[in-house]
């Protein structure tokens, strides 16, 4: 038996995660590197495309928009997790507690009293300007006063070591179930990786959620239902996953109606009254009555249901303000107002191009940076600099001048690496970490996450339409 | 249960049974080919015929060769009943009812498909390749019958389910009876011939009917066939079984069982008594093809009651 040599391997400059710069293993990966060793690399190659056949046979595809050749793809997963050491991820914990504590007033705020505004803390125009803020909801409260009931925030480690928030994801943030059946596909093809390690169980997401979800409603037993567009969304997976493992009700919008401003499903035998939607289907497409009018993936008169008080709708509509890509730049703020804390997970540098002297400095130094559209995710719409070609750069200081609203940059940061099967070989690749926060009658962060991973050599986009893969988070108990 | 899931699963296993069934039916004429004169159109037109295709299948073949009407039948993806695409749609109506089934069904219906893709994918068939073929769709789609069982609640859903399975598997039995029953007494010179006797028994191997069929029998005649496949109560695959079993499923599913409360439950009751009163002499002295003709069309009208009755919208929009 051969064994797993890492002799050669090469940290290249990169923060690794798995060895430090001299090429010693860190503790957090101390164990697992024994246990790996035992493998040996040819069980290790013979195995490696048994997670590929693992997610096919579970049904764990998606199909990317840009390609409607339907063609389904799946997020490989590489079989080297990412660990955490139990003090890390404490850090991390606390860091997103007090960050979506913080979001979640700003929020109620800028829907209500606007204090924030009138206080001169963020411009009355970056929130109004954003295609995300739904005036219909002024002077709206949903129960408890929660509206960001799940988050994925994504956070990445720079060349420091530290942890900066990227994203935080508060309309439909993706990826738990991969999350979840990573480690259940994990398990069963390496049992003995996890034999000794002390591995922190995810597998109670889907309970907690279903709490989540029904602690939102007065009755003591509501219906649920996961809200999906269908089975063509690149996430169906996740919403037929969720809505099974929770035994809650899976429904399009085709299948619910309401009448005198209640929510119903159209069953065999009737109708059935609807009291919390998670909603998977974003904003623009829930209510044609309200929003997009030829959305077919929605429910006629479920918005103003919802205004009624008459079903929660999860997360609550209106969040995506705070995705702006724009509005993220004040988050350190927002936090000091509202909590009057010091941010503990800190965000990445942020230009806001529609600030002058910001926008000024962008352009000047555009091949250093990454530039973002304040709309967009999924990889797309942005630029990375240092990557990119003179004519690029000069279409996006075009677009910058024309809309500059629309943009903002943030200096490159080096992404940190793991360990990830390439061919036969074991190099560094990029990575995030998207950990999960579900916010009910209290902010629980389930202790795992969704790692991503830029498989191509160098790529530092992780996204999976973008040839991304993904890697099982392991965070340990000591 | 939401309508549309209703419907979804009611349909997905009539796919399944479908793709089950048009797999037994390839793989007897296979077998039964080899045991007649080499005469490709004698052979395998009536297979097209049974499925009734014909039509879809002149518009994009030139003419009639085994290995056109398997591939046709098996592959074609612009004939939306070849085993493909009933495989195919089985698939994506259990993708979108997955909360309603089981791990294990849903990953044994996965499966097939991955099976259907592969065969699409190979460029070159040799004979007992197609015959393995066949074989592993069938299994597989045996498999998932028995994971239903087994994983699977008698709830709505189960009822569903077995309501459309039934409900193909008396058409396609009615379809096979139909066009054999007719080429082989339309050919008198070889009534009671070896040739005549292998053709009488590949009919009732298509629908899996040969060992039951002798057990009562033993004889091989016309009207004990038609009379077996038609009006036996306790052959699982035959019409008025069938019927017996798609009734029991409506009976739950509406919540009564004295006459009728929608008409999905009327005009099955009134097809099934129609069969419980009526001997295989009448059947075959009125016209055996008029006959089945009629329970074909009966049966399309029982589906699309079944739709009216439970899945269409409109029906629940006053709470």
């Given amino acids: 038996m051969s064994k797993l040599d890492f002799s050669s391997y090469d940290t290249q400059g990169f923060y690794d995660e798995m060895f430090d710069e001299n090429n010693v293993v860190r503790p957090n990966y101390k164990l697992f590197l024994n246990r790996l060793e035992q493998i040996g690399q040819g069980k290790l190659n013979r195995l490696r495309h048994s997670t590929d056949r693992a997610q096919l046979s579970l049904g764990m595809t998606f199909n990317v928009y840009s390609d409607n050749q339907g063609i389904e793809r799946i997020l490989p997963l590489d079989i080297i997790p990412r660990i955490i050491e139990n003090s890390e991820w404490s850090f991390i914990e606390m860091g997103l507690q007090q960050r979506i504590k913080a979001l979640n007033l700003f929020i109620q705020d800028i829907y209500n009293d606007q204090k924030i505004i009138k206080d001169n803390i963020i411009p009355k125009e970056m929130i109004f300007s954003s295609d995300a803020f739904l005036s219909q909801l002024q002077g709206f409260t949903p129960p408890k006063s929660i509206w960001c009931h799940i988050t994925g925030s994504d956070l990445i480690k720079g060349a420091d070591g530290k942890y900066y928030v990227l994203e935080d994801n508060l309309r439909c943030p993706s990826g738990v179930s991969y999350m979840l059946e990573n480690r259940e596909i994990l398990k069963r093809t390496f049992p003995e990786l996890f034999e000794q390690l002390d591995v922190k169980p995810v597998y109670d997401y889907t309970h907690v959620l279903r709490d989540t979800l029904e602690s939102l409603s007065e009755k003591e037993k509501p219906t649920v239902v996961v809200l999906t567009p269908g089975i063509y969304n690149s996430a169906y997976f996740e919403h037929s996953y969720l809505a099974q493992q929770m035994g809650a009700e899976l429904v399009e919008g085709q299948d619910l109606t309401v009448q005198d401003d209640m929510v119903y499903m159209i069953t065999t035998h009737g109708l059935q009254r609807v009291d919390v939607i998670y909603r998977r289907v974003d904003d623009d497409f829930i209510d044609p009555l309200v929003f997009n009018k030829d959305s077919l993936l929605g429910t006629p008169g479920l918005f103003n249901a919802y205004l009624k008080g008459n079903v929660v709708l999860v997360n609550a509509p209106g969040t995506g303000v705070i995705d702006d890509k724009a509005v993220y730049a004040y988050i350190p703020r927002v936090i000091k107002y509202y909590l009057g804390e010091d941010m503990i997970l800190p965000n990445v540098k942020t230009y806001i191009c529609d600030e002058k002297d910001d926008c000024k400095y962008v352009i000047e130094n555009i091949h250093k940076l990454v530039v973002k559209q304040t709309d967009a995710s999924g990889g797309y719409g942005m630029l990375i600099g240092p990557k990119s070609t003179k004519k690029e750069q000069q279409e996006f200081i075009a677009k910058i001048k024309d809309k500059p609203r629309k943009y903002i940059a943030q200096p490159m940061i080096n992404l940190s690496r793991v360990p990830t099967m390439t061919g036969d070989t074991i190099e560094g690749r990029h990575v995030d970490l998207r950990p999960y926060a579900l916010y009910g009658n209290s902010i629980n962060i389930i202790p795992g996450a969704l790692t991503r991973v830029a498989l191509k050599k160098g790529s530092i986009v992780v996204n999976s339409s973008q040839g991304g893969g993904s890697k099982d988070t392991w965070v340990l108990n000591s | ?319």
């Fill in chain 2, 1 to 319: 249960m939401l309508g549309r899931v209703a419907n979804t699963i009611f349909w997905m296993n009539r796919y399944l049974e479908r793709a089950e069934n048009y797999a037994r039916f390839m793989d007897v004429n296979y077998n039964l080919s080899l045991d007649l004169s080499p005469n490709e159109t004698e052979q395998w037109l009536p297979l097209i015929m049974v499925t009734g295709d014909w039509e879809l299948y002149q518009s994009l073949n030139d003419k009639v060769e085994k290995s056109k009407v398997i591939y046709f039948l098996a592959f074609e993806k612009e004939n939306p009943n070849s085993i493909y695409s009933c495989i195919r749609n089985a698939r994506e109506n259990a993708r979108a009812v997955r909360t309603e089934i089981t791990k294990e069904v849903w990953e044994q219906i996965n499966e097939l498909y991955f099976l259907v893709k592969k065969g699409l994918e190979k460029k070159r068939y040799t004979d007992t390749k197609y015959r393995d073929f066949f074989t592993e769709i069938k299994k597989g789609c045996q498999l998932v019958y028995g994971m239903y069982v087994s994983t699977i609640s008698r709830n709505e859903g189960w009822h569903f389910a077995k309501l459309g399975q039934v409900i193909e598997r008396a058409d396609k039995t009615s379809r096979m009876l139909d066009t054999k029953y007719h080429l082989l007494l339309d050919t008198p010179k070889l009534i009671g011939s070896s040739i005549d006797l292998i053709q009488w028994a590949a009919l009732l191997k298509s629908v899996s009917a040969y060992d039951m069929y002798r057990k009562k029998y033993g004889k091989l005649t016309p009207a004990c066939i038609a009379e077996f496949l038609i009006l036996d109560t306790e052959f699982p695959r035959s019409i008025l079984a069938c019927l017996i079993r798609a009734e029991q499923c409506l009976v739950i599913l509406s919540g009564s069982s004295v006459g009728f409360s929608n008409v999905a439950q009327k005009k099955l009751g009134a097809l099934k008594s129609q069969l419980e009163y009526v001997a295989i002499e009448e059947i075959i002295d009125s016209g055996m093809h008029e006959y089945l003709d009629d329970i074909q069309k009966k049966l399309n009208d029982i589906s699309s009651a079944i739709y009216n009755s439970f899945f269409r919208i409109e029906n629940h929009i006053h709470p």
